[in-house]
């Protein structure tokens, strides 16, 4: 199989929400969009295609790294009922600009707001959760080593 069959094999096994399967365009997108993940173009993806659940999208991922077209470093992360796929390493660097540089901004898209809002990056509850983050990430990196 070619690996746009695979890529497109693991995403209509694993991410159908009831009767709902991804196209094949859309199983290719999401193909792109991991592969730029995996290569640290970018730091992450939410997982928003279909109503699959974060359990899905780690069978997804972990057959695509058990077929090799992805690397067995990419996390699949559940926040709140969010499914995300990310790259420990970029996302710790990203993260680690946070401190560094100040020059990284932060928008919060929380629920509760009536619209999206820009954040201070410097407040003491962020801080925080940034540098629980890190830690978490960093334990990542040390597993894999």
Known sequence: MSAQELFVAAARECLSAGRKSLSVPQSLDLAAQVSAVDLGLKPALLYDSNGAGADQVQRYLSSLQSSQ???KSL????LN???LIVNPVTVRTNVEQLFH???VSVIDVRHSLEKPAVADPLTEELKSMTHDLLLLLRGFELKEA
């Open 69 to 71: 077209l992805v690397s």
């Open 101 to 103: 540089d100040g020059g």
């Open 75 to 78: 996390l699949t992360l559940d």
């Open 81 to 83: 009922g969010n499914a």
